[in-house]
């Protein structure tokens, strides 16, 4: 039987890492700081408000529909907020957070004026981090969080909905659907029906997602885990730039001192920001 304790967990994020540049991969999901014994994470304001949006409605999943707007969304959204306000969520100075604060209203407003999905029938997954054996012979699990499940009773399926708030559209080919199709089929029985992003900053509709041939999706996934695993047995994450990119370079700032700790988050890892002049964090936060 395997052992999921000993396995090697990836992810739609922990992938895109590792392709981006493996010395990042090592540094968001593997070191932890001989000091406090914790992963260490880089905030920054998109990511703040990502995060923010994203809890308000992942809240909602858990309601009956016709009580997901009782507690008016903005309510829900200045609370959560309060976790990111200033240095904790990135923030410079007080403009700064203003602004990225009136785009998450704005974005709530508009799932408020134009509910879609989020007013109908919705299925969840039960488990807190959805997973399963992506291979048990390489000991490899696939986990992730779905966003939202659609529920179509007349069919008895699914439709995977990603919420979006950064400013650009997902890569055509992006990984997160093959991963997502993959987790929602293995994790729970109903059939995939669709898929769509919802860009919340511009659109009031979804955009939908050709949905990913679920054989090609694992072997693809599958290829890329083993690459992972064989890295890490090897020890070995090096920048393909050899001397830095723009995915590792803001996390080693923080090895350089150059970094300021401004507490932990909801997992305990270690959060830390960057001056603004020399913040490289990217403008996206897959969720």
């Not at 009580?67 to 976790?83: A, G, M, Q, T």
Request: aromatic letters at 10%; one cysteine or more.
């Amino acid at each position: 039987m395997p052992d999921k304790y000993s396995a090697v967990w990836v992810s739609h994020t922990s992938i895109s890492d590792f392709l981006h540049c493996p010395r990042a991969y090592y540094l968001r999901n593997i070191y932890k700081d001989p000091k406090t014994g914790h992963k260490i994470k880089l905030m920054a304001p998109a990511l703040a408000l990502g995060l923010t949006v994203h809890e308000v409605l992942e809240s909602l999943s858990l309601l009956p529909k016709n009580k997901r707007f009782e507690e008016p969304l903005l309510v829900k959204f200045d609370k959560v907020w309060e976790k990111v306000s200033g240095k904790k969520g990135g923030f410079t100075n007080i403009d700064e957070e203003y602004k990225a604060k009136l785009r998450g209203q704005a974005m709530l407003r508009r799932v408020m004026n134009h509910p879609g999905p989020i007013g109908e029938l919705a299925a969840k997954i039960q488990q807190d981090l959805p997973y399963f054996w992506l291979s048990e012979e390489d000991n490899i699990i696939l986990c992730g969080k779905i966003d939202w499940l659609k529920y179509y009773p007349e069919t008895d399926s699914v439709e995977i909905i990603d919420f979006k708030t950064g400013k650009n559209e997902e890569d055509q080919d992006s990984l997160q659907m093959p991963i997502y199709h993959l987790l929602v089929k293995n994790c729970q029985k109903r059939n995939v029906s669709g898929a769509s992003y919802w860009y919340l900053e511009k659109n009031d509709e979804l955009t939908p997602k050709e949905l990913p041939d679920l054989e090609t999706a694992r072997a693809k996934i599958l290829e890329i885990a083993r690459q992972v695993k064989l890295a890490r047995q090897l020890q070995r994450f090096k920048c393909p730039k050899g001397d830095g990119c723009s995915y590792c370079r803001s996390m080693e700032k923080i090895f350089k001192r150059e970094a300021e700790f401004v507490g932990q988050d909801d997992y305990g890892a270690d959060v830390y920001i960057l001056p603004k002049e020399s913040e490289e964090v990217q403008d996206s936060v897959i969720l």
